[in-house]
């Protein structure tokens, strides 16, 4: 075999191994950039980014074979008045309130289309779309956890509505047509201007503003 051979070899595969190194730098980033935080915790979990890459690019195939579906207008009104109802129950009956508040966001995710048997499954389906407020969910299901157990604390248990409120405007999605009459848009005078601006339930991008819990007076 001639030099002149074997340098182009030498080339060809330089430039196979380039390639597949940008293509494989590349699918990293849109990982990162889809499932954010999570896609961290999974590479941590698994200790190995090819690993991670291989779960997450399975979780996007079962989330493409399920039936993930936007809500009607009508149900998205209807779950932003049932969790209005929720947040009144905090005053009263925060640990009540915390266990419906799950139960409802379980609905939602229900109606979207998501399985709901399964904790580890639910965070596994969640994180293709709704990775920026998957935390917040862990954080809810600990605090109600605790709430079952009756060793939660009324500020957690607030907390836990604040994180679950996070979740379920996520899985409310975007308006889809023109407001009910009965808009579901005005801002709730009881969020404060640190909670509008500091938890993730804020809305700045055409959801409704979902209520956050009052605290129990002192």
Do not use: C
Request: hydrophobic share 40%; no cysteine.
């Amino acid at each position: 075999m001639t030099t002149g051979a074997i340098v182009a070899i030498i080339v060809a595969v330089a430039l196979v191994i380039l390639v597949i190194g940008s293509m494989t730098a590349m699918r990293r980033r849109q990982l990162r950039q889809r499932f954010g935080p999570e896609y961290d915790r999974v590479v941590d979990q698994m200790k190995s980014q090819r690993k991670a890459g291989s779960e997450l690019a399975e979780r996007e195939r079962r989330v493409r074979s399920l039936d993930i579906h936007p809500l009607d207008e009508t149900i998205r009104v209807k779950y932003v008045a049932e969790w209005t109802a929720i947040q009144e129950q905090f005053v009263d009956q925060p640990d009540q309130a915390v266990a419906q508040a799950g139960l409802l966001v379980t609905a939602v995710m229900n109606d979207r289309g998501y399985p709901t048997e399964d904790y580890e499954q639910i965070l596994a389906d969640l994180s293709v779309e709704h990775a920026n407020t998957l935390d917040h969910y862990r954080a809810a299901h600990q605090v109600s956890l605790h709430a079952e157990d009756g060793t939660a604390a009324t500020e957690d248990l607030r907390l836990a509505m604040l994180h679950y409120r996070a979740l379920f405007r996520d899985l409310l999605g975007k308006p889809g047509g023109p407001q009910p009459a009965a808009s579901v848009t005005e801002p709730d005078a009881r969020v404060t201007d640190a909670e509008a601006t500091s938890d993730a339930g804020a809305a700045t991008d055409g959801r409704p503003p979902v209520p956050a819990p009052r605290s129990r007076p002192g």
